[in-house]
């Protein structure tokens, strides 16, 4: 049986330092329950500068020891980063595992930007465009790890931007394998800590919000598949495996199942499905849309009338909504080579079947 990888926490956010700790990745990535990634090359004249890890620890802080910590709220999760800087510019590349929701359109840091996709390989994408500081930016999901770049100062041309994602290797080679043998609930840390404070954030092209006073339980194997089989859903969607399933109870008692289906190299491509019996838990069929660029389009699929949504036809994302007989459900998927329009309308037929 493959090992399974276990990161190092903290037992109490007052053992958390003052600000995040000097660190080579190799050493970081111990602490971190996602990959980290570190480059093999850098844009010409630049530096590479002693990459900075964020511990996690459970929720809470101690007096002003704010530097490095998430602003949104009192949670401790991991994450790495590191600066490469040249005369008169600078860049950030933070690392860390997106976990608190289905990360919008797989470049979440890009939203409300018309970003634009760039394959890296045989089957990552990164995507170009602007963040929410209104910097120069890209994001990409390797393997699991959402990996966020933004320019600080000057200027890095989309040449430099792309060819230092391709540049980057797994900082432990041997931390790769377990994390990807390692189930997504193992991994996250909403999952894992019940007191974390939930996080109210967009997921996809079509509006849905879960209620921030919420509660889940997370379960893998056949308790899984017995979760999505209440809901009359198959083991295996788009050629990925069903890995965790939750359910998700508000505090008005509505409820709903979300199901992961992973599979890929290292489990890099995601399908996310969200459903529920209708009108018991917090989806909305018809949704509205959100306040994103892309493209929309009302079909039927398998008779059923489907709100689809997407960014680019050939790498995604994609977001589906729709009822069938009693069950409301959303389908979205992460951002890849191979996981285009074609394959998603397959595997959103199979979760009708």
Known sequence: MARMWKHRTLTDAADLPPSPLPMPGEQAQQWCNFVVWMPTDIPAGCILHMGTLRQEAPPGRVGDHTAGRTPWSANNPAAYRFEITGPHRRLRVKQFLYDWAFPALDHPSLWESAAQAAALDDEHVVWLGIDYQKNKAASARLDRTTVELSVLEGEFSEQEIIAL?????????????????????????????????????????????????????????VEAQELVNTLGFPSTIGGLNLECAAQFTDDEGRIEIEALYFGGSHQHHELRLIAQNRGEGSLHVPAAPEDQPGQRELLHVRSSAVQLAWVDEHFGPFHAVYARGTVQATLLSSTGVGLDRTWFLEALRETMT
Do not use: C, K
Not at 204 to 210: E, Q, Y
């Open 165 to 221: 994602y391709r540049a980057m290797r797994p900082a432990l080679p041997e931390a790769r394998s377990e994390l990807a043998h390692t189930p997504f609930s193992a991994l996250s840390y909403w999952a894992r800590r019940p007191e974390a404070t939930n996080v109210d954030v967009p997921i996809g092209m079509w509006t849905f919000r879960r209620r921030r006073s919420h509660t889940s339980q997370w379960h893998t194997n």
